[in-house]
């Protein structure tokens, strides 16, 4: 580019952005601590709106603060509410960096239908809707198994799993490779000249390069898959929208609980995919300074 | 095969090269014998890199073969990883591991492909870190080192291989010009130890100083080919006459 | 054709391999429909999510600054929530603050759940659209705005030739981006019962019990929607691609 450029840089970081983007899969989750101020002041609002136009039998806040715990945790052995959306996402993450990471190597392979084959399939996973995997897996795979004599219950939280680990997987997938392909071919050809066998070079050169340049956008996928387990309450996994659901209802419906309870579960999710977001955010600075 | 000192170590005869449609090497032919050090020179886009990498089995070739120590390089049945343990490679752009220190840097294929003691390897890194004059350095990582310290970790590195032929490939054109000497010195002493050395550069002095024979491409044939002193003051072919009047 | 559609109906006989849209011209009617309603859902979705990013990146240059404050609130609003919580607000909240009409012993909403969701997620695609315009409009140096000028363009034609050109074509991968995730997107309509691909299919599994084969059918017809956008958008990014730039 000449000294006098025919645009200005913010068009290098829209490109940029945009194409990390597509490489990644999703934009960076953004949040900033004053975000989490002004879902703590909204709720302050509506509950005060809430506790004015209320027929005043108890008051919304009394009520909020009563079907806490349930929403949180549930009932029997506390794993239940926000507690599963976080198990939930925990496992599907699990699940998915391992598949995704063996399939993002398959990308890259050397042998043609493995990497044909495994394209195809973080291709398909990547452009299917979350909902629409969603069904699929809890719909289609069985409420128990049968091994032997031993029959092996599988809960609808356990469908959610896996239902959320197939994006995932695919994502992660993209993202190994991105990081694999964008290390320079020289790496490569040093270590051939060395006469290192291709696994060794993998192993020993290439991804432990990559580890660096990968933890952020899995550490975004995270925050992305955890805000998104809340669809699994449409098929009533009972996890804490599902729980939120119930609550209102059992209070009777009324239209006043409503901002509340859905300001309420902003928060705590707030709460807990903020200090993720902030932490990538650190780490890619602070991976991004070494060359 | 059984290949001894008087035959070339390596040989190169009537190899043709094209990327797609665009042919890149037209019939080059010459040898290298054991301890010779050659210069290949030319302008841009003559071949000369596409060609030491031939040797190397970084590139195929089209036709024509290559011969390292009597052992065809570009046989489809040739283990590739045997033939690099004999042929070491310098990069323009130095091609160091990031996330290793000079000392690992050094120690890690005789460990790992060599397969060599580790104690051993290490004694023998460092003596090889400080042949290249970096004692001091061997726990720095590269992104600590200058670019010039950087290539002479590249050099110690291939030599922990224990090649039989050491090919470079423009190393010095990265550097600055005041590093550039640190690296030319090391690679004098390398000849002057009786190493057959290959190398791709632009370094006219050091070319005349250093080297046994000396081969000019344009275009993907050579030219014109001798020993420094008469490639240098008496050149016959009108296109070696002009590249020198216009780098010299 | 009958006898393309008589293959199914052995089909199911045969294997019992049901898919009943092929050989019942009902459902077969239902599904084409579904499938009608997403594109329409994706379509203007698109459009009126475009012309929210255009007003909005020209608000965020505007004098008021609570029109700046206002802009910019609403896009950290709705980026940083989840558009399904979005989708909800806009239907059950706002949707009831809204005239509805007697339709014979009911109250009808004038507009309907695909109304709310074409509005819900025009807004949600429109604040990531805000950024993405006014960083391409801000690329355009002001140098280039003065030439154009003092070639004797007027500001507007300065506008129009030059400016947009150059900002729509550094835009165009990032646009293109949030329409894939846009078409993904609009399954969440599901929600509010809007009659889009994932919906009907619910119902037509329901009635028909042939909950793989509707569920093939989604596959197919998401995966298929997307690589086609994709396929296009990228020979699309190709011929507007500015040498010296590019991803």
């Not at chain 1, 349930?70 to 959306?85: A, C, K, M, R, T």
């Not at chain 1, 993998?202 to 998104?228: E, F, H, T």
């Not at chain 2, 030491?52 to 089995?57: F, G, L, M, P, T």
């Not at chain 3, 993904?184 to 329901?206: D, R």
Request: net charge negative; aromatic share 12%.
């Amino acid at each position: 580019m000449s000294d006098l450029p025919v645009l200005l840089p913010s068009a290098a970081n829209l490109l940029n952005d945009a194409g990390r983007q597509r490489r990644e899969g999703a934009f960076r989750v953004d949040l900033k601590l004053w975000h989490g101020v002004v879902l703590v002041a909204a709720l302050a609002v509506v509950l005060g709106v809430a506790e004015a136009a209320g027929n005043a039998k108890e008051s919304p806040w009394a009520v909020l603060v009563n079907w806490m715990p349930f929403i949180l945790w549930g009932q029997e052995g506390h794993w239940q509410g926000f507690s599963l959306n976080i198990i939930i996402s925990f496992f599907a993450m699990l699940i998915g960096t391992v598949v995704g990471a063996a399939l993002g190597l398959m990308q890259v392979s050397l042998l043609l239908p493995v990497r044909t084959g495994s394209w195809i399939v973080t291709q398909f996973f990547r452009n299917s809707p979350w909902l629409v995997l969603l069904f699929t897996i809890m719909l289609m795979l069985p409420f128990e198994i049968q091994i032997g004599d031993t029959i092996i219950p599988i809960p609808d939280w356990v469908k959610a799993v896996i239902g959320f680990s197939l994006p995932v997987m695919a994502n992660i997938s993209e993202v190994v490779r991105g990081a694999v392909i964008s290390l320079p071919s020289g790496q490569w050809e040093s270590a051939e000249s060395l006469a290192f066998t291709r696994f060794q070079t993998m192993w020993m050169i290439i991804l432990p390069q990559c580890v660096k340049r990968m933890i952020p956008p899995w550490m975004n996928w995270y925050a992305i898959l955890a805000m998104a387990t809340p669809l699994c309450s449409i098929m009533g996994v009972e996890e804490s929208v599902t729980f939120t659901q119930q609550a209102m209802s059992a209070e009777g419906g009324r239209p006043e609980l409503l901002a509340p309870f859905y300001v309420f579960l902003l928060v705590i999710f707030f709460i807990y995919i903020y200090p993720i977001a902030r932490w990538t955010v650190r780490l890619e600075r602070k991976y991004s300074v070494k060359i | 095969m059984a290949w001894d000192e008087s035959q070339p170590m390596v040989s190169i005869k009537d190899v043709y090269k094209s990327f797609g449609d665009l042919e890149v090497l037209k019939g080059v032919s010459f040898d290298v014998m054991k301890r010779e050090v050659i210069c290949i020179i030319g302008p841009s886009g003559s071949g000369k890199s596409t060609l030491i990498r031939c040797v190397n089995a970084l590139n195929t070739i089209n036709s024509g073969s290559i011969t390292v120590e009597g052992q065809e390089v570009h046989d489809p049945k040739l283990d590739k990883l045997e033939l690099r343990k004999k042929v070491g490679m310098v990069f323009q752009q130095y091609n160091l591991f990031p996330h290793k220190t000079a000392i690992e840097n050094v120690m890690m294929a005789p460990i790992h492909v060599l397969k060599e003691d580790k104690a051993e390897v290490e004694g023998r890194a460092y003596a090889l870190i400080k042949k290249v004059r970096l004692e001091g350095k061997e726990n720095s990582y590269p992104g600590e080192l200058s670019g010039g310290q950087q290539q002479r970790v590249a050099i110690a590195r291939s030599l922990a291989m224990r090649p039989d032929v050491m090919l470079f490939d423009e190393v010095t054109a990265a550097l600055d010009p005041e590093t550039v000497k640190e690296v030319l010195v090391t690679i004098q002493e390398l000849a002057e130890d009786g190493m057959t050395c290959m190398l791709v550069t632009h370094e006219m002095g050091f070319a005349r100083e250093l080297a046994d024979h000396i081969y000019f491409t344009d275009r993907g044939v050579i030219v014109e080919h001798g020993p420094p002193a008469t490639f240098f003051d008496d050149a016959k072919d009108p296109r070696t006459k002009e590249f020198l009047s216009q780098i010299l | 054709m009958e006898a393309f559609y008589e293959w199914f109906q052995q089909l199911y006989d045969s294997t019992g391999w049901n898919f009943v849209f092929m050989y019942d011209e009902y459902e077969r009617d239902r599904l084409l429909e579904a499938m009608w309603v997403t594109i329409k859902l994706s379509l203007s979705c698109l459009v009126f999510s475009l012309v929210v990013g255009v007003i909005g990146a020209w608000a965020q240059g505007a004098k008021s600054a609570i029109l700046r404050n206002f802009i910019y609130w609403y896009i950290q609003a709705f980026r940083n929530t989840p558009p399904l919580v979005q989708i909800l607000f806009f239907y059950f909240v706002i949707g009831n603050l809204f005239p509805t009409y007697d339709a014979g012993g009911y109250q009808e909403q004038y507009i309907g759940a695909f109304g709310w969701a074409v509005v819900s997620l025009s807004f949600f695609a429109g604040a990531f659209n805000v950024e993405i315009f006014r960083a391409g409009v801000e690329a355009v140096p002001t140098a280039t705005v003065e030439a154009a000028q003092s070639l004797g363009y007027s500001r507007l034609k300065a506008y129009l030739y030059i400016v947009l050109p150059l900002a729509f074509r550094v835009s165009l991968p990032a646009l293109n981006n949030n329409l894939v995730n846009l078409v993904k997107t609009t399954t969440l309509a599901y929600i509010i019962a809007v009659p889009e691909m994932m919906y009907t299919a619910n119902q037509m599994w329901s009635d028909n019990v042939n909950v793989s084969e509707m569920m093939i059918v989604l596959f197919f017809f998401y995966v298929g929607l997307v690589a086609i956008l994709v396929y296009f958008m990228h020979r699309w990014e190709r011929s507007m691609r500015i040498p010296g730039y590019g991803a």
